[in-house]
Nanobody, 115 residues
Framework: QVQLVESGGGLVQPGGSLRLDCAAS????????MGWYRQAPGKERELVAV???????NYANSVKGRFTISRDNAKNTVYLQMTSLKPEDTAVYYC?????????WGRGTQVTVSS
């Protein structure tokens, strides 16, 4: 089993920054395949950023240049550094880990970008 716990969400003004953490535990041997999704009210859940199988990041066009996904292998933690935040970034952000058999999700953390 794999457990994912997100933290770091909160209220931030437009143009501000925030870092989300995803602490993973359980049967994880590599953080490749870990990613961040978000879901805004009335919208479908969408991919934000992912660490690909070769260890390189991939980003949605809407966040490219503003968000950075990174990891600390020793801590089994994946981060999402968000800068230049916009109101449209407001959503619940979820940590995700995909395997050939299971698709693991955290409970989510709320990010609100507002004045």
């Amino acid at each position: 089993q794999v457990q994912l716990v997100e933290s770091g969400g909160g209220l931030v003004q437009p143009g501000g920054s925030l870092r989300l953490d995803c602490a993973a535990s359980g049967s994880i041997v590599s953080l490749n395949g870990m990613g961040w999704y978000r879901q805004a009210p009335g919208k479908e859940r969408e991919l934000v950023a992912v660490i690909t199988s070769n260890g390189l990041p991939n980003y949605a066009n809407s966040v490219k240049g503003r968000f950075t996904i990174s990891r600390d292998n020793a801590k089994n933690t994946v981060y999402l550094q968000m800068t230049s935040l916009k109101p449209e970034d407001t959503a619940v952000y979820y940590c995700n880990y995909k395997t050939p058999i299971y698709d693991y999700w955290g409970r989510g953390t709320q990010v609100t970008v507002s004045s």
